[in-house]
């Protein structure tokens, strides 16, 4: 199957510091790359979609002036946290698909805001 | 109601045992239906796509009922490995946007 990396795996930041997500599709081009968020014992939750060449669009309730997100090439897709406050703590996932119904997810990056 | 209902768990089995998990959703528009897993601090993985005529690998089969809006997994012969949470994950189409996850069975199984 086609591999979705992120890096990094995990960091812990400083509050009000900003922390960039990498998101790389690693045998196939996605035009299209999607960020979810994951609390503990709670399910993946769509943030934003992520278009090569145009701006993210991004789900009901999510600041995109807080999340960042910039798609510059058909492999790349970036998320940046701004201003990042414990709450922000969380599993970040993104996933792509090299066809439809079917999303490869990448390995996850575990954001810890002190 | 959520869009996708799992009933959290944990389920906690003894190995060999069969389980079986239920999930239901509310769009009838649905188009496409899987069943992913996901292990602990890890990313979910798909684990198999559900058809209408229900099938089956190894030893697990998924099966849809449409008319009910109904989808199960069933676990044959459980083994250590297959601890996890199994994530019921509704598509109305073929962009992520349209994705929706459950929020995960937990299962645990017991030597």
């Known amino acids: 199957g086609a591999v979705v990396s992120q890096h990094p795996s995990w960091v812990i930041c400083k509050s009000g510091t900003s922390v960039k997500i990498e998101c790389r599709s690693l045998d196939f081009q996605a035009t299209t790359m999607f960020w979810y968020r994951q609390f503990p014992k709670q399910s993946l939750m769509l943030m934003a979609t992520?278009?090569?060449?145009?701006?993210?669009?991004?789900e009901q309730g999510v600041e995109k002036d807080k999340f960042l997100i910039n798609h510059a090439s058909l492999t790349l897709s970036t998320l940046t946290v701004t201003s990042a406050h414990p709450e922000d703590s969380s599993f970040y996932i993104c996933s792509a698909n090299d066809r439809p119904y079917e999303q490869y997810f990448g390995p996850g990056t575990r954001l810890t805001v002190t | 109601r959520k869009e996708v209902e799992q009933d959290p768990g944990p389920f906690n089995v003894p190995e060999g045992a069969t389980v079986a998990f239920n999930c239901t959703y509310s769009n009838s528009a649905s188009q496409s239906f899987f069943w992913y897993r996901q292990d602990c601090r890890k990313e979910p993985k798909l684990l198999m796509s559900?058809?209408?005529s229900g099938n089956e690998d190894g030893r697990f089969t998924a099966q849809l009922n449409r008319a009910s809006q109904y989808i199960s997994l069933l676990i044959r012969d459980s083994k250590l490995s297959d601890s996890a949470t199994y994530l019921c994950?509704?598509?109305?189409?073929?962009?992520?946007?349209?994705?929706?996850f459950g929020s995960g069975t937990r299962l645990s199984i017991r030597p």
């Open positions: 559900v058809y209408s």
């Open positions: 994950v509704v598509s109305l189409g073929s962009s992520a946007s349209k994705i929706i």
């Open positions: 992520s278009n090569e060449g145009s701006k993210a669009t991004y």
